[in-house]
């Protein structure tokens, strides 16, 4: 595999396709796979993700948490999209039984009761420390969520989000970046974000 191969994780769930097109439009080299093996000589690795957190049990099981760390740990970047955001975390209400990734160590939550679930459309980003995957975008830009739970703002945290309350967006630690809104459904700002992490460079 070329060592310019963005790998992007299927685990049989999610919004493959739409975020496969958006990272082509901002020249990505893809492999879509579901074999650990594959990131071995990824240059950036995706996880796009839709739907319920129990799914990602599948990433412990076959051994793609096991790889995805080590890569990582050896500076190739990563970026996690809406339950791929959740999933670094230590878990979620959603799937009490399933374990997440943990990079850092609180659990994502539903939205407090009351508010409406779940939150759909678009809304605005506010920056709360610099990002690269925000870089030379707009004041508060809009981009689009779909999304019942939420993660809590960690140290990591770059940008926020308020409905409900205020919750993590963006999060960037070293290599480990992730967004909790669909860049690949959030126009111009979200091709700018894409075309960000196919910029950042590995360790």
Request: aromatic share 8%; glycine share 8%; with cysteine.
């Amino acid at each position: 595999m070329s060592a310019e191969k963005t790998v992007v994780i299927d685990y049989l769930t999610g919004n493959l396709n739409s975020a496969c097109k958006s990272l082509r439009a901002v020249g990505a080299d893809l492999l879509v796979t579901q074999r650990p093996e594959d990131l071995k000589s990824a240059a950036r690795i995706v996880l796009p993700g839709v739907g319920h957190f129990a799914s990602t049990e599948r990433l412990l099981t076959t051994g793609i948490a096991d790889a995805l760390r080590d890569r990582v740990a050896e500076g190739v970047p990563f970026l996690g999209i809406c339950v791929g955001l959740q999933w670094l975390f230590a878990g979620s209400t959603e799937a009490p039984e399933t374990r997440g990734l943990g990079v850092f160590p609180e659990v994502c939550e539903h939205f407090p009761a009351g508010i409406k679930s779940p939150h759909v459309g678009w809304n605005s980003l506010e920056l709360v420390q610099e990002s690269r995957l925000l870089h030379n975008l707009p004041a508060s830009p809009h981009v689009y969520f779909t999304h019942s739970y939420r993660a809590p703002v960690v140290n990591a945290t770059v940008a926020v989000t308020n409905y409900g309350g205020v919750f993590s967006a963006v999060i960037e630690r070293d290599n480990w970046m992730a967004v909790q809104f669909h860049p690949e459904k959030s126009g111009d700002v979200g091709l700018k974000i894409l075309e960000n992490f196919m910029k950042v460079s590995g360790c």
